[in-house]
């Protein structure tokens, strides 16, 4: 049986929208600055802020974070960005409730309008597997410190 691709992203960028709702754990930082050829110090301050124990990405005066290409609606780190933005939109909520992810297909204009919650939890089975977590903020709470060895 085909599955119907239910996502893809018209890099409109709203999801890179809102101050203070991307974490990364400070372990994570290296990836990004390598990126976008600086160090890892240079990136935190320069990208990041302190929140909660966990960095923050850093927002223009807008609301969209920082790593955006305004112009495109791309990310500048890619290859290497947080895990929620990764995840996304294969979040725990829409892959449980219904409703969470009709709401989610209201507001990403990614989401296939006419594809189901049955055939997005089935395609997200098949193609992504990985489970995401039921909270991001949480699980990078939970990391350990590298420990330098
Ligand atoms: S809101 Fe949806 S379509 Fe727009 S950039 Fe984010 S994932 Fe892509
Ligand atoms: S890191 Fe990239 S994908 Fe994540 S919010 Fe920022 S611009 Fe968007």
């Not at 927002?59 to 995840?87: A, F, Q, S, V």
Request: charged residues 30%; hydrophobic residues 30%; glycine residues 8%.
């Amino acid at each position: 049986m085909t599955i119907r691709t239910v996502f893809e992203c018209r890099c409109c960028g709203e999801c890179c929208h809102g101050k203070g709702g991307i974490y990364i754990h400070p372990r994570d930082a290296a990836g990004p600055a390598r990126l976008l050829g600086l160090t890892v110090e240079a990136f935190i301050d320069e990208y990041t802020e302190p929140q909660y124990g966990l960095l923050s990405l850093k927002t223009d005066p807008e609301g969209y974070c920082l790593m955006l290409e305004r112009r495109r609606g791309t990310c500048r780190i890619h290859e290497d960005k947080p895990r929620m933005c990764r995840d996304w939109p294969f979040f725990h909520g829409p892959l449980n409730d219904r409703d969470v992810y009709e709401e989610a297909k209201a507001a990403c204009p990614g989401l296939v309008p006419e594809a189901t919650w049955e055939e997005f939890v089935e395609y997200h089975r098949v193609h992504v597997g990985r489970r995401p977590p039921s909270d991001y903020f949480d699980i990078h709470q939970q990391e350990e410190p590298d420990s330098g060895d």
